[in-house]
C-alpha cells in the first residue's frame, strides 16, 4: 500500500514537471486563502496538500532540485516531524532567510519564479519579489494554482447563509459603523473603500457565518461608497438575513462596474490583505487609490462594552465547563490502567463546552499534547497517531470556544501523578511571568513590544525563554487571533482600551514536555487616565500541584490567591456534585 509519505512524494514531483510545462523555473505554495486569514478552508489547505506541514503560517517554493519549507519558531520541530526529510528543508524564518536560501541555490540568472495571484496580498508579493530579484530572478503572478491541477477531488467551500447578531450583542449598529467608517473616509479624502479582510466585513455588517470549521464567518470582500452604502461580494441568498436598503450583494465580478462609480474620488486599499490580482483589475481601472491600513480593524479591536460584557459572560460558560472537564479528568486518570489518547481527551473538553448555552464551535482545534508532544507549540493530535496521556504525565490543553456573546481561549497544564523532574520549578517560573504581565500598569502608548519584555523577565532571570509571543488580539465571536496589537517582540502596536489579547507565556524541554499558562485580558483604564492596566476575565484554577511557593514573593502569592477566590465566587452558582468540591480544593489559598 503506498502511504501517503509517498503520495506527497509522487505530488512533489509532478509539481516539477507541471513548473517546467508552465515555463517557470520554481513556484511559490503559500498557506493562505484569498482572504488572507489564520484558518482556511480545507480544499485551499494546499501546503499541507503538497508538503505534510499543518501549521497556521509558512510558505514553501519548489525548485528543480530543490524545496524549502518556511514557517516561525513556533513550528520548528512540527515542519521537521510532519514532512520528508528527503523532500523538504525545513526553516525557521527568525534564523533562515527566504533571500538567502534563494541566493545559496545559485540559480541561473534570469530564472523566473510563479505564485498565485489570487492568493497572495499586494504587500505579499512585494516581500517575495525583493527576495526574488536579489537573488536574480524574476516573480510573475500568475491567474492560477499549478497544485490545483493535480488536486482531484478538493474540497469545495460548502457556503452556507449567514446570521446576524443582535445590537445588544455587537454594542452598535451597522449604520453607526456605516456612519463612523464614512466619517474616516472622508478625513483620507477618499469615496469609497475596498474591505478584503472577511472578518473586518462580518464585523461591519454584524453578520456571522459558517465557511469555516472554528471561525464564525462569512469568506467575503466588501465595497463601501459612501453615497450608496455598502455591497457584500457574495450571493443574495446567503447574505439575505444582513440585507437592508444600505447593505446590498453583489457577485465579485461587478468590481470593476463599481469601481466605476467612483470615478475621480479615491479608494481606499490595504496592501497587507488586498489580493494581487484584484490590485491589478484596480489599476486597469484607473481609479485613483490610497493604500492605508483598514481602519476597520482598530475599530473592531477596541471592543465596546456590549462586546466586553459577553466576552464575560462566555468565560464564565467557559469556566464551567473547564472546572468540570478537570475534575472529571482527575477522577478518571486514578482508575487503575486508565489512559485517555489526545484526542479523546479534546473530544470530551468539548462535550463539556457544548453542554454551555450559546456554544457554537471551537474556537480552533484543541492542542492536547501529553509529554514530548507538548513541547510542540501547535502541536495537533490526529486519533490513530496520537500518543496516550498515562499517570505522571504532563499534559498541554490549550482550547477555546466561540459563544453567541463571545470567544475564549485557555492553556492549563496539568500534572496527572507525579511531576516529571524539572517541571515544578518551569512551571513556576513561567506562572510567575504570566503574573508579571497581567499585574502591569502602563502609559497610553506603550507597545505590545514594551510589555513582551516586562512578562519575559522572570524566565531570562532564571535563565529560561520560549519562541512564541506572549500574547495575541482576540476578536469577538469573529477570528481567535485578531491584529493589530499584540504583545510580542514584533508588537510595535500601542495598545488600546478596550482591547483582549491572550496572555500566555511558556517553556518547552523538547522531547519531554512543554509548559503554558494562557488567560485572556482585557486593556482597561487606570486609576491614572494617562495609564493603562489589565483586566483577567479567564475564569479557571491554575494547577497547584505544580506550583512551588518557595519560589513565589508576597506579592505573587497573594495575586493567585485573590485570582483563585474570583474564579471560585464566579464559578461555584454554577456548579454541582463533584466539580464543586474539586473547585473548592483547587481554589485553596496557597
Known amino acids: 500500500m503506498i502511504t501517503e509519505a509517498e503520495n506527497r512524494s509522487k505530488r512533489l514531483a509532478d509539481l516539477r514537471q507541471l513548473i517546467v510545462s508552465s515555463d517557470f523555473d520554481g513556484w511559490i505554495i503559500g498557506r493562505e486563502d484569498m482572504y ?135 454594542g452598535k449598529s451597522v449604520a453607526e459603523k456605516l456612519d463612523e467608517l464614512g466619517k474616516q473616509l472622508q478625513d483620507f479624502d477618499c469615496e469609497a473603500i475596498l474591505i478584503t479582510r472577511a472578518e473586518s466585513v462580518n464585523w461591519l455588517a454584524n453578520m456571522r457565518g459558517a465557511d469555516l470549521p472554528c471561525t464564525p464567518i462569512k469568506l467575503c470582500f466588501a465595497l463601501f461608497h459612501r453615497q450608496i452604502g455598502l455591497y457584500i ?97 482527575d477522577q478518571e486518570i486514578q482508575v487503575p490502567g486508565a489512559a485517555f489518547f489526545e484526542s479523546e481527551i479534546a473530544a470530551k473538553l468539548q462535550e463539556f463546552r457544548q453542554q454551555q448555552i450559546g456554544f457554537l464551535t471551537p474556537s480552533f482545534n484543541t492542542i492536547a499534547g501529553s509529554g514530548p508532544n507538548g513541547a510542540i507549540v501547535h502541536y495537533r493530535a490526529t486519533a490513530g497517531k496520537d500518543r496516550q496521556l498515562k499517570a505522571n504525565d504532563i499534559l498541554l490543553l490549550d482550547s477555546g470556544a466561540h459563544y453567541e456573546c463571545g470567544t475564549t481561549d485557555i492553556t492549563r497544564t496539568i500534572i496527572t501523578g507525579t511531576p516529571p523532574d524539572g517541571t515544578i520549578t518551569a512551571f513556576t517560573h513561567v506562572l510567575r511571568a504570566h503574573i508579571r504581565l497581567a499585574q502591569a500598569k502602563f502609559p497610553k ?73 494562557e488567560n485572556l485580558i482585557v486593556v482597561n483604564v487606570a486609576h491614572n487616565p494617562g495609564f493603562l492596566e489589565f483586566e483577567t476575565i479567564t475564569l479557571c484554577p491554575f494547577e497547584r500541584r505544580l506550583i512551588d511557593k518557595g ?39 496557597l
Request: aromatic share 8%.
Open 551 to 589: 519560589l513565589l514573593n508576597i506579592d505573587e502569592i497573594s495575586w493567585i490567591n485573590s485570582y483563585h477566590r474570583e474564579v471560585s465566587e464566579s464559578l461555584m452558582p454554577h456548579l454541582s456534585g463533584p466539580a464543586k468540591k474539586w473547585l473548592k480544593a483547587a481554589c485553596c489559598p
Open 36 to 170: 488572507q486569514g489564520e484558518e482556511v478552508p480545507p480544499g485551499e489547505e494546499r501546503l499541507a496538500y503538497l508538503s505534510g506541514f499543518t501549521g497556521s503560517a509558512g510558505f514553501a517554493v519548489v525548485l528543480g532540485e530543490k524545496a524549502g519549507l518556511f514557517s516561525d519558531g513556533r513550528y520548528s520541530l512540527q515542519m521537521e516531524t510532519q514532512t520528508n526529510m528527503d523532500d523538504w528543508q525545513c526553516n525557521t524564518i527568525s534564523i533562515v532567510d527566504f533571500e538567502d536560501w534563494l541566493k545559496a541555490e545559485q540559480l541561473n540568472g534570469g530564472f523566473t519564479i510563479g505564485i498565485d495571484g489570487r492568493l497572495v496580498s499586494v504587500s505579499g508579493f512585494e516581500r517575495f519579489e525583493r527576495a526574488v530579484l536579489a537573488a536574480g530572478g524574476k516573480l510573475v503572478s500568475h491567474s492560477e494554482n499549478l497544485l490545483d491541477k493535480l488536486w482531484p477531488n478538493r474540497p469545495q467551500i460548502p457556503h452556507r447563509a449567514v446570521w446576524q447578531i443582535p445590537q445588544k450583542s455587537a
Open 445 to 517: 502608548g506603550t507597545t505590545g513590544q514594551q510589555l513582551d519584555a516586562i512578562a519575559r523577565a522572570p524566565l531570562w532571570a532564571a535563565e529560561m525563554d520560549f519562541a512564541h509571543g506572549v500574547g495575541h488580539g482576540v476578536g469577538h465571536v469573529l477570528s481567535v487571533h485578531e491584529g493589530p496589537a499584540s504583545i510580542s517582540k514584533r508588537g510595535k502596536v500601542a495598545l488600546e482600551a478596550g482591547m483582549v489579547l491572550s496572555n500566555e507565556p511558556g517553556y518547552y524541554q523538547n522531547g519531554d514536555w512543554g509548559i503554558r499558562i
Open 233 to 329: 461580494f457574495g450571493d443574495d441568498a446567503e447574505l439575505l438575513p444582513v440585507l437592508s436598503d444600505t447593505v446590498k450583494a453583489a457577485p465579485l465580478a461587478n468590481l470593476p462596474a463599481l469601481l466605476e462609480t467612483i470615478g475621480e474620488s479615491g479608494l481606499m486599499i490595504e496592501a497587507a490583505s488586498l489580493p494581487k490580482i484584484i490590485y491589478e483589475q484596480i489599476l486597469e481601472s484607473g481609479v485613483k487609490t490610497t493604500q492605508t491600513t483598514c481602519p476597520i480593524t482598530r475599530a473592531k479591536a477596541c471592543k465596546n462594552e456590549a462586546e466586553l460584557k459577553g466576552f464575560r459572560a462566555a468565560h464564565r460558560r467557559d469556566g464551567v465547563a473547564m472546572v468540570q472537564f478537570l475534575c472529571w479528568l
